[in-house]
Every structure is written in C-alpha cells, then in structure tokens.
Nanobody, 126 residues
C-alpha cells in the first residue's frame, strides 16, 4: 500500500527557508514520480514541482522557480522540497503525491497522481 507522509511545515518569517520531507512507504520510490502541490484557502490546488522516475528530471512552476528545489533520496525513501526566500503568498497546505507515470511528470495533471499525503501547513508571516 502506497503511503506518503509530509513533514517539515511550520511558521516562518518572510525571506526564510523550510525543507519539507515526503516519506514514502509501501512502494519503490525510484519507480514513481513524486509531485509537490499546495492549496491555500479559497484557491485551487497548485502544482509546485515534480520529479520523474528514472532520470529524475524535474519541473518547477513559475511561482516557485528559482526559490524551491526538489530532490529525492531513494535509499531513505524520501523526497524533499527545499523552500527558500519564502513569501506570505506561499502560505498554504503542502502535499506530496506519487504515481507511476510513463512520461515526464510535468505532462500530467495533479488529478493523475493517485496517492497523496495528508499535507503539512506552511505559514509565512512576520
């Protein structure tokens, strides 16, 4: 059974950094694409970043490009999202999701990721 558990969220001041972790169990992490998403109150879910299986190619949404970095450690069965230069508009619940995808992860919509974690809250405020 695929299980994902996010951690690392919290309260941070603008300009600060956080590193989110997505711990995977029940499947071979290297065979799955992993995506990071977020949803703020009253807004649609937004894709932030994803990392493909195989070549681990990555994608970043325009809102986080240059500030966030996704990485995976297959031995630790964990995917990370390093978030720097955080802004108040980054405040949201952050989710990781997994799916076995045949093509590069950015070619798929969020609804095509079948397994989701419970989310972790990130609040950026002074």
């Amino acid at each position: 059974q695929v299980q994902l558990v996010e951690s690392g969220g919290g309260l941070v001041q603008p300009g600060g950094s956080l590193r989110l972790s997505c711990a995977a169990s029940g499947f071979s992490l290297g065979s799955y694409a992993i995506g990071w998403f977020r949803q703020a109150p009253g807004k649609e879910r937004e894709v932030l970043s994803c990392i493909s299986s195989g070549d681990s190619s990555t994608y970043y949404g325009d809102s986080v490009k240059g500030r966030f970095t996704i990485s995976r450690d297959n031995a630790k069965k964990t995917v990370y999202l390093q978030m720097n230069s955080l802004k108040p508009e980054d405040t949201a619940v952050y989710y990781c999701a997994a799916e076995r995808l045949a093509l590069s992860c950015w070619l798929y919509e969020d609804k095509e990721f079948g397994s989701w974690g419970q989310g972790t809250q990130v609040t950026v405020s002074s």
